[in-house]
């Protein structure tokens, strides 16, 4: 009995075994084969874009997506396709969009996309929606149609905003790259991308964070490209609304500012502090105004005035865009008249030395300490009291 069991369970189990494989390698196959056929398309439609073929573009989809992306002057477009979930005759995709600007960016960007996909009677598939996935932020085309405005050093992407004004941002910026490149050097691009959306909410979809993050900051830098300095795909990102209520100076402060991050970006990693990042950017978007420095720290001068000098330079989490405004401006502040100390005791030279030095270190611990030693030939300790003394003076 136990004998006639096996016997009859085995080939059972063989053939079990066998329709499983059929029935798999025949699914299998129609999802590799749906995979293919929706990369064909994807490719057909990025070639499409590049050459500017608007209507072998339209053949494959979503063809407002085009007239958005008309002004970008794109140099590569790519899908690549890492999920496919069939739902009757339609779909949704996930894919990886690499994408990089002709003459500004060194290595393309990476973002993640998910489409949502039908396929006609005749069996081809097309793009009926192409937007962020997940937590991705969006793209500025994402929010309507870029209008584009080129500098000598500079282009300016914007969305609900005039060509006039575009040139006004593209004018500052131009006058941000070679004040930046005096003090910093030339070992960086030298070109700057701005994104201008419509309003503080177009930005923090940008950002793929909460308007109320960014609510009076007027402009921010991010690293596109995972902050790398050897593929450095920078983007300055416009708060138009905190943008607009500046002076010429405090425009012209804070493009300058943000172009200085632009440049120092593969001097600064983890090892690099807030302060030292924040305050030399601030250095050299003040460098030239003739602002004094109660003028250009008011609220830290109202604390020295009433009798409260930082005990020490402010920490990384006293940058976050939550912070209170007036700490968070203090902090701001504190770093500015930090490498102003350096620039006015060690020299211009040496200020930009140590920003290398630290940065030079791939963690934080001790980054600091060996480039006071190296560098600036100091203790943590001395020029934190240092640090103190010229703030009382220049302050008090």
């Known amino acids: ?112 996309r998910r489409l949502t996909l039908t396929r006609t009677a005749g069996g081809h598939w097309y793009v009926a929606a192409d937007r962020p996935a997940g937590k991705a932020g969006q793209q500025l085309w994402d929010e309507g149609t870029v209008v584009a405005a080129r500098g000598e050093h500079s282009l300016v992407l914007g969305v609900g905003q005039s060509g006039a004004e575009l040139r006004g941002y593209a004018r500052l910026a131009d006058r941000a790259v070679p004040a930046v490149s005096r003090e910093w050097g030339t070992d960086w691009t030298r070109r700057v991308v701005l994104l201008v959306p419509e309003d503080l909410a177009g930005m923090a979809r940008l950002l793929g964070s909460p308007a109320s993050s960014y609510r009076g900051i007027a402009a921010v830098t991010t690293g596109e490209v995972g902050g790398s300095g050897s593929a450095p795909a920078d983007r300055v990102i416009v708060n138009p609304e905190a943008y607009a209520i500046l002076g ?21 990693d983890a090892a690099t502090p807030l302060w030292l990042s924040e305050g030399y950017a601030d250095w050299i978007g003040y460098l030239g105004t003739g602002r004094t420095a109660p ?71 001790g980054a600091v300490e060996d480039a006071l030693k190296k560098v600036l030939g100091t203790t943590p300790e001395e020029f934190t009291a240092q640090w103190q003394d010229y703030v009382r003076a220049q302050l008090g």
């Open 248 to 268: 010429d100076v405090g425009k012209q402060v804070v493009l300058t500012h943000e172009t200085t991050h632009v440049a120092t970006r593969a001097h600064t």
């Open 1 to 112: 009995m136990a004998g006639r069991g096996r016997a009859w369970h085995a080939p059972l189990v063989g053939l079990c075994l066998l329709l499983t494989s059929l029935t798999g390698c025949r699914g299998q196959s129609g999802t590799d084969a749906a995979k293919a056929e929706v990369q064909q398309m994807l490719d057909r439609r990025a070639a499409a874009l590049l050459r500017h073929d608007e209507t072998a573009y339209d053949a494959t989809g979503s063809p407002a997506q085009y007239g958005h992306l008309r002004a970008v002057p794109l140099a590569s477009w790519a899908y690549r396709l890492t999920a496919l979930h069939r739902d009757g005759t339609g779909a949704t995709a996930d894919a990886r969009l690499r994408y990089r600007i002709r003459d500004y960016d060194k290595a393309p960007v990476t973002t993640d």
């Open 295 to 365: 003028q250009a720290a008011p609220e830290l001068t109202r604390a020295v005035q009433d009798g409260h000098v930082p005990a020490h330079l402010p920490a990384d989490k006293d940058f976050g865009f939550s912070t209170e405004a007036v700490a968070l401006a203090r902090a701001y502040e504190s770093g500015w008249l930090a490498c102003r100390m350096i620039a006015d005791r060690w020299g211009e030279v040496r200020l930009g030395e140590f920003y290398r030095a630290v940065g030079a270190h791939t963690k934080r611990a």
